[in-house]
Structure formats: structure tokens, C-alpha cells
């Protein structure tokens, strides 16, 4: 098992900026990827920003430039920095652990954030 406590979520302005962090516990593997995806509503969940264990990031082409994704390995937690938020990036976010030797893939509770002036 494991558990994703993720926090930083909240109401910003356009142009904005928020922090998003997830800490990991129980069973987690060393090799493994940690991030972020989100969900709007009456849309799919789609990958925000990803990163390995040696620090490789996957960004979408939406976020490029605006976000970015840390993690520190020896307490199990990532960030996600978004800055210049806009309102096409108001969704729930959710925090993911992919476990490679397993194939195991977790979910937070996810956390509502929400660009509106």
C-alpha cells in the first residue's frame, strides 16, 4: 500500500502563482515516478508534469515553461511550482506514484485548484 497526502491547493488570480506538494508513505519502491495530473470538469484526467527518480521530467505542452515539477527522494515528496496560472488550468490535480518494478500506479485525493479573478 500507499498512501499520497497532497496539499497546496486554492483559489489564485489569472497570472498567479501556486505550490502543490504530495508526500509519499508505506510500500514505495525506490525507482519509481512521481506527479501530477489534473481534471477538469466533464474532461478526462490528463498528465500535468511527471519526474523519475534520477530527476527525468515529462511536461504537457500546455504547462511548458509555467510549472514545474521537484521531487526530493529521501522523504518521498514532489512539488509541483505553477506559476502564470490561468483559468484553463482551474481542474482538480492529483498527485501519482508509478512504481516500475511493480507496474503499480497510485492516486492522492486530489486537491482543487482554481484560476478565477
Known amino acids: 500500500q500507499v498512501q499520497l497526502v497532497e496539499s497546496g491547493g486554492g483559489l489564485v488570480q489569472p497570472g498567479g502563482s501556486l505550490r502543490l506538494s504530495c508526500s509519499a508513505s508505506?510500500?514505495?519502491?525506490?525507482?519509481?515516478?512521481m506527479g501530477w495530473y489534473r481534471q477538469a470538469p466533464g474532461k478526462q484526467r490528463d498528465l500535468v508534469a511527471t519526474?523519475?527518480?534520477?530527476?527525468?521530467?515529462i511536461y504537457a505542452d500546455s504547462v511548458k515553461g509555467r510549472f514545474t515539477v521537484s521531487r526530493d527522494n529521501t522523504k518521498n515528496t514532489v512539488s509541483l511550482q505553477m506559476n502564470n496560472l490561468k483559468s484553463e488550468d482551474t481542474a482538480v490535480y492529483y498527485c501519482?506514484?508509478?512504481?516500475?518494478?511493480?507496474?503499480?500506479?497510485?492516486w492522492g485525493q486530489g486537491t482543487q485548484v482554481t484560476v478565477s479573478s
Open positions: 508505506g510500500s514505495i519502491a525506490r525507482l519509481n515516478r
Open positions: 501519482n506514484v508509478f512504481i516500475y518494478s511493480t507496474r503499480e500506479t497510485w
Open positions: 519526474i523519475s527518480t534520477g530527476g527525468d521530467t
